[in-house]
DNA sequence: ACTAGAAAGATTGATATCAATATAAAATGG
DNA sequence: CCATTTTATATTGATATCAATCTTTCTAGT
């Protein structure tokens, strides 16, 4: 008789996830774009993450951080951590807001400016190539599906609401 | 006349990226996916990237190493450390491959085929409600097109070839 | 005004991720 | 068989990610 301690899995069932999971096909592919465009940007000096984050602040005003975590559906405490480098690259500025001394505005410095000038190109190619490489149509459908999937998960003021990005909405619509 | 340190880029060009960079996009919906995942698979002791791995061990051989961080397309480096929680907890254990002593054989062992067994259900109700909450078609269309995004970047034996994801293969198939 | 609660961030600790590099063992070509 | 190369994995150091928790400041209700 089997022993009680023997829990088997099917086999089977390992090929199910492997093949059905939604989070682990989403996983691979953030860690394939995140390496391609990690290389591609690399002789620029910053990595996709901070591509994004730095673009995300080039607006005419400077954002507080919790829209901007929630604009790239990121733990607020994450967004802390990423600016480190970029503050210690003298790439953004964190200063106080003087309409609510509890928050901070992030802005792009000069320096910072230039840098994402120079990624620019670097981005547009990368990207071009990109979905150029991808059966036609699959980009703009690609993106539509991962904004509806990253716009789901969000109406769930579950614990205590403590995450960021509940409303991924219009924080960068003016 | 305008100084020449002063790098303006377009805030048409930062909603431009911003709403057509796949790469920001497949970063958000898999941060967002992955707190899906953690969250609903906490009780059970484990994060999403945890119960992919282990779901990827259960196999009727032990794979080695290299496969699996293939398969689930992340730097082999990031394997050896992802490993180092689940041994500590007892739940997979890496053993000398006798038939090539460079390599590892990565077992599940019987406490990590319960764990797993216990966070199924888990995933089985998360994913059927992620599936319902998607438009119609959704699902299946979204896991294809990152698929093929994962496959697509894996052609450049570019440096050195010390990247595992090259082949993602049938690692798995059989 | 006061006070309770909410909101914005920061800190700490754990894990995840990858580049660069190192080590050991297998494979390959003389 | 030996030297070179390749392959499989580990180590180190930096950044990314999030949970839990803390402080500060603002807002609401009285």
Redesign the pocket.
Known sequence: MAMSNSVEIPFSTTLLVRDTCLCLHA?RAA?AL??LF??AL?PAGL?N??FSLMMSLNRPEPP????V?AL??????????????LQ?KGWVS?ME?PK??????LVLTGEGKAALARALPIWKETHAALDQKLPDGSSARLRQDLQTVSGMTDETPK?A???AGRVTARVMAE
Chains 1, 2 share one sequence.
């Open positions: 996983q860690r995140a390496r990690d290389d690399r990595t993450g901070q507080p951080m919790g829209p975590a790239l559906a990121m733990d607020q405490t994450t967004l802390t951590a990423a600016l480190k480098p210690r964190v807001n609510d001394r509890r928050g901070r505005l614990p609401a403590r995450r």
